[in-house]
């Protein structure tokens, strides 16, 4: 089984037989919910690629220090998957981000589309991205995860097609679409990958011409339609499958 995971936000000193001291909420989770205990083997990640498993060599209340005996820089995972997502009703956001962070996002969009039900403003908004983050960081350490993924501030359609538009390639998911997304040829040094996922009401036009304008291809998954927030999940394991990352 592999290590429980706990993030630290610097580990840019940790070398073998150093000690780290993790405190505050992170080590009362690893203490008080985990129980970890001295002795136990726990690993480290910094979110930015950089590893440390080490043994408890003592605990507090809100603290614990881990004697480092080994360090892992992990490469950045290639290609880098961003995600633009429509903003769904209730909780299903977060679900949506949870899926897409255990299954090796880097980036994840929340998307204001016209056709979304749920809107963000004001104080709403900054509460419902600030869940949208703590679920991604909690995820990626139920992932095993070095490189966390990053949530981006709330995007317009503009916004999100000049996000976009820089990637190796970009696919919006559409029932009404003709090609499969099987069928997308993905070239062999591919490094970026875009998907767009639309509101349960569906993209407009205006939407769809924008994406398309930033170089998007628009696909379908099947006949299955699929709701928001799982529809992003199925996409990216379909592309990461094709792709050296699971070879």
């Known amino acids: 089984m592999s290590l429980p995971v706990h993030l630290h936000p610097d580990l840019a000193g940790a070398r073998p037989g150093s000690v780290v001291r993790v405190e505050g909420d992170e080590a009362h989770h690893a203490v008080a919910v985990r129980r970890l205990a001295v002795g136990e083997q726990v690993r480290l990640v910094d979110g930015a690629g950089r590893a440390v498993t080490g043994a408890v060599t003592a605990t507090a209340k809100r603290a614990l220090e881990v004697e480092v005996a080994d360090v892992v820089d992990v490469p950045a995972p290639v290609p880098a998957v961003t995600v633009v997502q429509a903003l769904p009703k209730g909780d299903r956001g977060e679900l ?136 992003g999940v199925v996409a990216v394991a379909a592309l990461l499958a094709r792709t050296s990352r699971w070879a």
């Open 96 to 231: 949506a981000v949870e899926v897409l962070t255990e299954v090796g996002v880097e980036r994840v969009v929340p998307w204001a589309a016209a056709r979304s039900v749920a809107v963000w403003r004001g104080e709403r908004a900054t509460k419902a991205h600030a869940r949208w983050s703590a679920t991604a960081r909690e995820a990626a350490k139920q992932a095993r995860r070095a490189w966390f993924p990053t949530v981006a501030p709330l995007a317009s359609t503009a916004d999100a097609a000049a996000l976009l538009a820089p990637l190796d390639v970009v696919l919006v998911l559409h029932e009404a679409a003709t090609a499969p997304l099987a069928s997308v040829a993905l070239p062999a040094d591919l490094r970026s990958v875009g998907v767009v996922v639309g509101p349960e009401g569906g993209l407009t036009d205006e939407e769809l011409a924008a994406f398309e304008a930033a170089g998007a291809t628009t696909v379908r998954l099947g006949d299955e339609v699929l709701r928001t927030s799982t529809a």
